[in-house]
């Protein structure tokens, strides 16, 4: 059996909470090991024709719906590397998404044949597939969850159908989620809970286990048409949308129990459209408009809980080359560039330079946390044509009291605005405002700090709307008191 060439799989030691204390206390920086290579693997599985879906197991291996050859491919883990690829299945009507029970068995979705199948699994390999479900339409989601039970998102009718597993076989269908208008990616957690794309409402959304059945729709995250979705062992969640040709990665915050910080990775794909995580965390892509498989690279590194205002110890990622590699530059983003909470620190080694196989070299961080909360930033490591070498996810707790607002700390912005819409912010901290009564959009630009109302002065930047004579809005009153809060000066909009 010939293999592939393929690279090592991060090494990412996981930090106990008992030992992120001790790092605090004294001088010595934690390092997790990293392989630095290339971190949009493709994989070797020959020629594919639109691969619609992609399932790992636990052992490694890696399965993939060749759809536009109608069949169903294997690539057999064999230590850092892939054995040759393996024809599970032939002559297929057009198999897309797929899913692993804990058994091992494979089951897929034929979107033209409006069925699902399995392909059992037994120790001499995997049978011919059998049809256990027929008579839907547009099947285009499989998951399973921890008790077998099949989920599938019917597209074409909106719905989401649930099948009961029990030792006869599944039972009848329910749709536990109904009048969708594109339902693809499903992904079932630990506790039962189902994740849902829907491309349409550009949200991903849930619907919690209750103990007795499905409870009511609830919107999660907001992507940009997404189509495939998963969460890894600490919820953080990932999703694929086509439209964006990007990997989105959201932190899951454990305190208030929410996705805070979302961030697309601009990886060069075509229109992804399946996503998976192997056992290590490595998300894998099916990318039918590029014809490819690919595995990524990824690393995470979570802080331990700093107060606000202070710095954390030193933590590292040492990285081994496991080829020779050229670094291009090495990338920090604060999601507010003016904030930076996270920094690279002088000491570390990663540089723009050419490294030679075996070689190591490191990147040094600290976490200063301005705000408290779920904070967050991304590394990337490109080579010299700005191509991503790897992704590294930094995350960290501020502590400190959540600020909470009041009507009396109100500050007022844009008050000559018509029906405002929508608002968003750039990594800069700018405001934009969607003035639709006014068809323009207003910006307001950032400033780190507003004067305090109880020293009414002015500077070119900030003004007070009451000194050019406009009429404050309620419930500030005129003229308005020095120590009114939300009467305080802010800065000018301007419209874009």
């Known amino acids: 059996m010939t293999t592939q060439h393929r690279f090592h799989r991060p090494r990412l030691r996981i930090v106990p909470a008992i030992f992120a204390v001790i790092v605090l206390l004294i001088p010595v920086a934690l390092r997790a090991q990293v392989s630095l290579t290339s971190t949009q693997f493709q994989l070797p599985t020959g020629t594919l024709a639109q691969p619609f879906g992609i399932a790992v197991d636990a052992a490694g291996d890696v399965f993939v719906a060749d759809s536009g050859n109608h069949r169903i491919l294997m690539l057999p883990a064999a230590g850092d590397s892939y054995a040759s690829p393996v024809v599970l299945a032939a002559g297929l009507g057009t198999p897309g998404a797929l899913a692993i029970d804990t058994a091992g068995n494979l089951f897929f979705a034929d979107t033209v044949g409006n069925t699902v199948s399995k392909l059992p699994f037994s120790n001499s390999g995997y049978g011919p597939p059998t049809v256990l479900v027929s008579g839907l339409n547009t099947p285009t989601g499989l998951a399973i969850d921890m008790f077998d039970s099949l989920f599938v998102s019917d597209n074409s009718t909106g719905r989401i159908l649930y099948f009961p597993n029990s030792p006869s076989g599944y039972g009848a269908p329910t749709a536990v989620v109904s009048n969708l208008n594109n339902p693809q990616g499903l992904f079932v957690d630990g506790n039962r809970n189902l994740y849902f794309t829907d491309s349409v409402t550009n949200f991903i959304q849930r619907s919690s286990w209750t103990g007795i059945g499905y409870g009511p729709v609830q919107k999660v995250i907001a992507v940009k048409s997404p189509n495939a979705v998963t969460l890894d062992a600490n919820q953080n969640l990932y999703a694929v949308s086509a439209a964006t040709h990007t990997l989105t990665y959201c932190w899951w915050s454990a305190g208030p129990k929410r996705y805070d910080y979302c961030t697309p990775l601009s990886l060069a794909f075509s229109a992804p459209s399946a996503l998976v995580l192997d056992q290590s965390g490595n998300p894998y892509i099916a990318d039918p408009a590029a014809n490819e498989a690919v595995e990524l690279s990824t690393g995470n590194l979570a802080f331990p809980n700093t107060d606000t205002g202070s710095s954390s110890s030193n933590f590292s990622f040492n990285f081994k080359i496991t080829g020779g590699t050229t670094i291009g530059a090495v990338t920090l983003n604060n999601p ?161």
């Open 336 to 496: 507010i560039a003016s904030i930076p909470e996270f920094a690279i620190e002088p000491q570390s080694t990663c540089a723009a330079s050419n490294y030679a196989a075996a070689s190591t070299c490191f990147l040094s961080f600290t976490f200063s946390p301005a705000s408290p909360g779920l904070r967050v930033a991304t590394v990337q490591v490109t080579d010299p044509t700005g191509a991503p070498l790897i992704t590294l996810f930094l995350s960290g707790i501020g502590n400190g009291a959540i600020p909470f607002f009041t009507d009396a700390a109100k500050a007022y912005f844009g008050t000559d605005l018509a029906s405002p819409s929508g608002v968003a912010t750039d990594n800069q901290g700018n405001l934009f405002i969607s003035d639709t009564g006014n068809n323009r959009v207003v910006e307001i630009p950032f400033q780190t700090a507003l004067p305090s109302p109880s020293k009414p002065w002015r500077s070119p930047e900030l003004w007070n709307p009451w000194a050019s004579g406009s009429t404050p809005p309620a419930p500030c009153i005129s003229p308005p008191a020095a120590t009114t809060p939300s009467c305080r000066f802010r800065t000018s909009p301007r419209a874009i």
